[in-house]
């Protein structure tokens, strides 16, 4: 039986003296269950234990997710652009001249004092939260359950790049003849699986402005690096919330 | 007429300078090994700071310039024992050349702005 709008603007309101007191209990448990999820189990959980488990300056940690918890620090002070770490990377991972898995940014300032101009190395952030892994509809790029690398799965990639779109970093291409994106993952394939216990760009470094280090071990150079006030750590575009696991620091 | 050729020139030599990025200046020389980019200016040496010649030739450096990259001791290392530019950039002449690197390296970056290239090293 079809009801027109007319005849539910005429039809007279129940009211809800007659509703069962079964139903009012039914209805409650419901409105209870939904809150309950998200008060007790994901929303509430998630934000109380955020700023535990995940890596950032300012917000020192007490634990890492991770063993072992890749990460690396750069000495921006040490950088001097001769760019051997962009040319091992090339080298070691495969990478064509119109991409890049890291890269070196300039800054300048001509009316600085005394230096007037710095190198920035930057390559994949292996954030802790990474936007690029929520966006990618396939799961072709995925945050590796052991040892928090962002890794790409090239078979499952459909190139849609929305993954690009997502990285607050600028730190995916599309690889042509992989017919998939491209990215760091801190030479897992290459090096770290096979036993080798730094990336090609840190140990192509002349100056040890990158450091490949492991935030598991209290021990590790850049675990002890990061968890220190007397000299500033900081991460790249902290604003975008992904947590990232590559520090930076000056001198 | 002339006039307007000449503006015409003038604003497209501009517009020329402008997409090729800073020049080499006169005097600069940029060293590529044994890492990539690293400039000297005789401009801020002899103009600015009123060094003379003989400081650093022959001694230091020979005339010719980019002679020293040649040689194997041209490093960081050797540079902290007092021999080519470490001879006044031992922090107390000049600042020392242990510290504000990238004053002088410009890099791959600088080099390829100085020279107007997208070569990306030069090996021998």
Redesign the interface.
Known sequence: MKITKSQIEASKNEGTDNISSEERRHFLKMGLAVTGVFAGGTILSAVSTVNKTYACTGDFVEHYPYKPHYSMLINI????????CK?ACAETNDVPSYGFRTT?L?REMQHAI??????IPVLCNHCNLPQCTRVCPTKATYKNKENGIVMMDTSKCIGCLSCQMGCPYNARYFHEEKVAVDKCNFCFDTRLSKGKKKTACADAC??GARTFGDMSDPGNFVYQQVHQLEKPVWVLRESAGTKPNVFYTKA | MNRTKLTILALAALFVAGITGQALAEGDIIFTEPVMGVIFSHDVHVEENGMDCEECHDDLFEMEALTAQQNDDFTMQSLSEGNYCGACHDGDMAFDSDTRCASCHIGVIGYQKATGTAERSTHH
């Open positions: 002070s040490n950088c001097i652009d001769c760019e051997r040319k070196i300039e005394g230096q007037k101009r710095e190198f002349p100056t």
